[in-house]
């Protein structure tokens, strides 16, 4: 079956650490996105990626990096300039018809 | 630029109860609307959308939703809710069907 697979489910890092989280899709879905989620704040949009080797800053994309080197693949980068980076983190794409995400199972990042 | 609203945070029902989630949104434009639900530690799975056309709108496990346009709302209901329906939900509007907007979830307690 297609889908979304994120990967770790759970991944802890310490402070100062750079950490990437995994994002792949076997949806042939052009357009894939990174949000952050936390509680009682829905979620907020990282960045995302309309086409292969292009992608745009979300509302929080300050202290993470991404990249689009090939269709089925959005990975995440969490760096140390992320201030408060513990959260969950999800993963989500958009097929040719437009009509609502795809998510992935999420990534619950904890920071220590 | 859009934003969605939904003003309950948490909502406890008994089991085989009514129950309706509110979302209300805003927006100069037309707009799509979408009700995701979200168990823990998972991903957003879509319960229903609305596109175009009827403006009462039925998805999965017994959810329906009807689009108001001149009260910019688009309501989240089921007749008789079960123990399993105990989740997050999420009201999202899109205006291009390319970038999402959420609000900041309802999360739905089903009292035996």
């Known amino acids: 079956d297609g889908g979304i697979t994120q990967s770790p489910k759970y991944l802890f890092r310490k402070e100062g650490q750079n950490v990437t989280l995994s994002c792949e899709q076997n949806l042939n879905h052009d357009a894939m996105y990174w949000y952050r989620q936390d509680p009682g704040q829905g979620l907020r949009l990282i960045y995302y990626?309309?086409?292969?080797?292009?992608?745009q800053k979300g509302d929080i994309a300050e202290g993470y990096s991404v990249s689009r080197e090939k269709k089925e693949s959005f990975p995440l980068t969490v760096t140390s300039a992320q201030k408060n980076p513990t959260a969950f983190y999800l993963c989500?794409?958009?097929?040719?018809?437009?009509?609502?995400?795809?998510f992935g199972s999420g990534t619950r990042l904890t920071v220590v | 630029a859009q934003s969605v609203t939904q003003l309950d945070s948490q909502v406890p029902v008994f089991e085989e109860a009514p129950v309706e989630l509110r979302c209300n949104y805003s927006s100069s434009v037309s707009v799509y609307l979408f009700w995701y639900v979200q168990y823990p530690n998972q991903g957003l799975q879509l319960l229903l959308k609305y596109l175009s056309g009827s403006t009462l709108v039925k998805g999965i496990n017994g959810f329906e939703a009807e689009f108001n346009k001149s009260q910019t709302s688009f309501h989240l209901r089921k007749p008789s809710v079960h123990i399993s329906d105990t989740a997050e939900y999420f009201c999202?509007?899109?205006?291009?069907?390319?970038?999402?907007?959420f609000g900041t979830g309802t999360s739905l307690t089903v009292i035996p």
């Open positions: 989500a794409s958009i097929g040719p018809t437009r009509y609502g995400y795809t």
């Open positions: 990626s309309q086409i292969v080797n292009d992608f």
């Open positions: 999202a509007v899109s205006v291009t069907g390319n970038q999402f907007y």
